[in-house]
């Protein structure tokens, strides 16, 4: 008897988790379990803007694969994912295909420009671990270059995030602490160098508490940075970026623009024939695709409206490592014969927001409010908890955040 073969695509906190629980769900004769992904690295996205500043260097931040998943139980193939023909149940990969009898579609997200001039072709974008290498090499060459040059040019010197949203404010938190270092090592004057974050909307961390956002801005405007808040994003440039607030329009001139603005799923999911919004699928209440009972969706590319706002919520890693459980659970009942299955209900035990080393705010346990170095730690915990998921006490050890204080 043919044992049914579950694919998943992509190693996210999504599809990492799912293959893990999988693990501890299944019996090894009771499937085949296939794990396909481009690197052979999991990574905490999460992380990533700690890596584009320079404040944490991204082998901390990369898992090997084969650390977290046992040979005997599951099969990885590091491969890119092309397209999924689900009429047919296959995976089309860069250098084969795969069928499959369950897919589980984990395949992370993209940046999401919302049609801005320029964007894509001029701005970093903190997406993988290679575009943040690619940021935090780039910002050190205007420090190297800035000093060995004629004529000084002050945009060198001069960083703008476009948003100010959780990846935006945590990634210019990384970037006061990382700038006094660059200048010190590249003997350049701290009030030569400019970290600018722009937002559209009329508040940072639009729909945060306000004495949090209140706390975090002024935090960070002690470090340097300064905020555009109510300023659109209307163009970006080779020179820079041209915003506009109250119909004033302006030009300014930098080398670095980073967008940490917003993102969207997959555009293999869009070009597989799935329906979705933006890259996403709204799932079934078990997490399965609306149209296929053998397709399950899960972090980036899945989309569940909270029924008590009316709108999605938010993709974060919390969520995906939830919904991992959920479909794991599932898989394995209708493996066994079950009909029944999971409903998903994320559990949201909290929100925390990293504002550089020793810093940061958050919400927990409801509506408990935490500042500075308590949060700091919290968030730290929040890191340490997930890796002991993962690969349990070795893993902590290995890829922890174990300076606490």
């Not at 908890?385 to 893993?395: D, E, T």
């Amino acid at each position: 008897m043919n044992r049914p073969k579950i694919v998943i695509l992509g190693a996210g906190y999504g599809g990492i988790m799912t293959a893990v629980r999988l693990q501890k769900d299944l019996k090894v004769d009771e499937a085949d379990v296939v794990l396909v992904n481009k690197h052979n690295y999991h990574y905490q996205t999460t992380w990533l803007h700690e890596n584009a500043a320079g404040t944490l260097h991204h082998d901390k931040t990369r898992i090997p694969i084969a650390d977290c998943i046992s040979k005997s139980k599951t099969t990885f193939v590091q491969d890119t994912v092309v397209k999924v023909v689900p009429d047919e149940k296959r995976v089309i990969l860069a250098n084969g295909e795969l069928t499959y009898d369950y897919l589980v579609v984990g395949l992370g997200f993209e940046s999401e420009t919302f049609g801005i001039k320029g964007l894509k072709e001029h701005a970093f974008s903190i997406s993988s671990i290679n575009a943040a290498r690619m940021i935090r090499e780039h910002i050190e060459y205007q420090f190297a270059v800035y000093n060995n040059e004629k004529e000084r040019r002050d945009e060198r010197l001069t960083l703008i995030v476009g948003g100010a949203g959780f990846t935006g404010i945590e990634f210019v938190g990384e970037l006061a602490n990382r700038v006094p270092q660059l200048c010190k090592e590249y003997d350049i004057p701290r009030e030569k160098v400019r970290i600018i974050n722009v937002e559209a909307a009329p508040t940072a961390l639009p729909g945060f508490d306000p004495e949090l956002v209140e706390y975090a801005m002024n935090l960070l405007e002690s470090k340097g940075v300064e905020f555009k808040i109510g300023t659109m994003i209307k163009e970006c440039t080779p020179e820079g970026i041209v915003v506009e607030k109250d119909e004033k329009v302006e030009e300014i001139k930098a080398s670095t623009v980073v967008w940490a603005a917003g993102v969207r799923g997959s555009d293999i999911v869009d070009e597989s024939g799935f329906e979705t919004m933006r890259g996403r699928v709204k799932v079934r209440k078990d997490m399965r695709d609306p149209n296929r009972d053998e397709v399950f969706i899960v972090g980036d590319c899945a989309l569940i409206i909270n029924e008590e706002t009316n709108r999605p919520y938010p993709p974060t890693a919390q969520i995906a490592i939830q919904q991992a459980s959920t479909v794991s659970h599932n898989l394995t009942s209708l493996i066994r014969g079950k009909q029944e299955l999971e409903t998903f209900t994320p559990d949201l035990k909290g929100t925390v927001a990293s504002l550089g080393e020793g810093e940061a705010i958050g919400v927990i346990f409801g509506n408990k409010k935490i500042f500075g170095r308590t949060a700091s730690m919290m968030k730290k915990v929040i890191d340490n908890r997930y890796l002991m998921m993962l690969g349990g006490i070795p893993m902590v050890l290995k890829k922890g955040k174990l300076k606490m204080f």
